[in-house]
């Protein structure tokens, strides 16, 4: 267990980091930035000399893998971090410093448990990309197949140990700080994350992912997801189907190929609300370097070590909100809040429908060029406040990947109406999923399921009824010292946090 005086030092490192590349100048220099704020974005960067130009890849890179998936997250916002940070992140996508060969074929033949030459005839020393966790080196198997073989980077488990450590103690103190930080509950968006992450470094796991939904997106035709070799695929290793085409961060290529961006951007909402909403299994890493435009006009993706999962309860729920938002019927999106209980039952469901109107109905049918995300982000961040809604550490992961999907789809085609594009399938599903008959079938489906167990139900109700809400369990949460800041040394404390916040709880959000 790292000691207190280590994680200070960490996220005073993290912070001055971010200080010395000019990353934080951008949030000093904002004039919507509380002043607060920008007195301990000062203290950050107190004494530390700072490029003309900031470099955000360089920084993130620096600090470790936690704050690059941030970056990657980032990367598809140009809307809200500009054109030229955007371009800027999208360094870290696929163009980190590879691990040398002399490493990566010794962890291979580990792995998999024999020789190199045994498995393939070809194997490219160079990779093709390096990421973050793993990087992808081409090859040909000896049965003739071309693969695209990817080995986790060495001592990548200790590395996320040791960030995921000093971040649960860093969101311990936060939230002891009490008030809207408790609200936002980060302790439990910290036990999320790190449950993610633990499957991330599971290879055979991602494997098993991206085989699950091979088989859930045959009903999409547009969308392709490789084919995996388990022969060659090992907890650190996975080798999958190559595929041939352009990766998505390479916008001129795409319109020299004769791709059109426009109907991309089509097949990734409908791909998206399909995973999300039909299938509730979902690949939640839906940025650039993960999606590949092939020579044929479908769209593949790759990367499939952060999925999320939904329940089907949760799942209507979603369609019913944004099928309600799309139709402008705020009352009904304010009432699946209540049924949900993402909103206390003692606030009013009108005046709630009210406050979503205010915010929905300026975006409501304008191009998604045309909104402002800010503006949007900061109405919802004031409901969520004014009506004391909690943090749903469940959901985080698919509000994640929904703003890095929207993100995605307005580097392609900044005109697309996402609304417009998406309103004919969710129409269609709500109305399968939510006729009389489809009602009638599951109430009789739940009244047989009641009966089954009602004799363990009676004995033991409170330990079997399922919580409200349709949320998992929550993760266990490490027991942390919240260390006492009676004086000076609490805004000392909170100052290198905030200094920090880039590489840590921000990147979850």
Known sequence: MASTLLHLSRLMRWGRTLARHGALRGIENDPLTPPHVKRLLRIARFGARQPAKPDYAAALQEIGPAAIKLGQALATRPDLVGEEAAENLLLLQD?????????????????????????????????????SIAQVHKAVTTE?????????????????????ETYEWAAAQVEGLGGEATRLRPRQVIAHFKQWTRRELDLQREAASASELRENMVAEPGFYVPEIDWRRTARRVLTMEWLDGTKLTRKKQLREDGHDVGQLSRILVRAFLRQAVVDGFFHADLHQGNLIALPDGRLAAVDFGIMGRIDRQARLWLAEILYGLITGNYRRVAEIHFEAQYVPAHHSVDEFATALRAVGEPIRGLPVKDISIGRMLEGLFSITRD???????HLLLLQKTMVMEEGVVVSLDPDINMWEAAEPFLTEWVRSELGPET??????????????????????????????GGAPPMPPLPEVKVIERPNLWGYVLTALIAGAAGAGLVALL
Do not use: W
Not at 95 to 120: I, Q, T, W
Not at 149 to 161: S, Y
Not at 387 to 393: G, N, S
């Open 95 to 131: 163009n980190l410093p590879p691990a040398p060969f002399s490493v990566v074929k010794p962890a291979v033949e580990k792995a998999l448990g024999a020789p190199l030459e045994a498995l393939f005839t070809e194997f490219e020393e160079e990779p093709v990309g390096a990421a």
């Open 144 to 164: 003739g197949r071309t693969v695209a073989v990817k080995v986790l980077r060495p001592g990548i488990e200790e590395t996320f140990a040791d960030a995921l």
């Open 387 to 393: 009506f004391d809604m909690a943090t749903q550490p």
């Open 439 to 468: 009602v009638i079938a599951d109430k009789l489906t739940a009244l047989r399921r009641t009966l089954e167990r009602l004799p363990r139900l009676i004995d033991k109700i409170d330990a079997t009824y399922p919580e409200p």
